[in-house]
């Protein structure tokens, strides 16, 4: 099982802050997952961490891997 995680206004477009997902292999088949069951996630805008990690390009996702959707922030 994968914990996927949201944060900021990801959670208020999803209504869940955390879900438990079956094993997918990549996080390219994870937001198409993430879409298909949160619509909302189409127009929104987000980063990907696995594991504390932030990734930019498509990843491989582990079983027991904590995945987090994260709204973009800027520092000050």
């Known amino acids: 099982m994968i914990e996927v995680m949201f944060f900021g206004q990801l959670t208020d477009a999803t209504g869940v802050s955390s879900v438990m997902v079956e094993e997918v292999g990549n996080t390219d088949m994870l937001i ?5 069951r949160y619509p ?23 079983p027991g891997s904590k995945v987090a959707f ?3 922030f800027s520092g000050g």
């Open 32 to 36: 198409q997952m993430m879409k298909q």
């Open 40 to 62: 909302a996630l189409e127009s929104s805008t987000y980063m990907i961490a696995i594991n504390n990690a932030m990734v930019t390009e498509n990843s491989i996702v582990t």
């Open 70 to 72: 994260m709204p973009p």
